[in-house]
């Protein structure tokens, strides 16, 4: 067992509907992927979030056991 970080869009407000989650080995790669879901997925530039929707967002990232 190792290790590893989770962020699952559906916990997100107004994501609900959504399925994709995300799990990787650091958190920095979580922010990668959930910036590419976002473009993908929402049609949102993570460049264009801001302090509080990161700090929203960092509190979603669970660490998890894989
Ligand atoms: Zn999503």
């Known amino acids: 067992m190792t290790n590893a970080f989770s962020y699952a ?3 997100c407000e107004g994501m609900e509907a959504c399925p994709a989650s995300i799990t990787a080995e650091t958190k920095e ?3 990668q992927l959930m910036g590419h879901h976002a473009r993908i997925a929402h ?3 993570p460049d264009d979030w801001d302090q509080e ?5 960092e509190m979603l ?5 894989v």
């Open 9 to 11: 869009c559906r916990d």
């Open 29 to 31: 790669e979580v922010w």
């Open 43 to 45: 049609q949102e530039n």
């Open 53 to 57: 929707t990161r700090d929203y967002l």
């Open 61 to 65: 990232i669970k660490e998890v056991e």
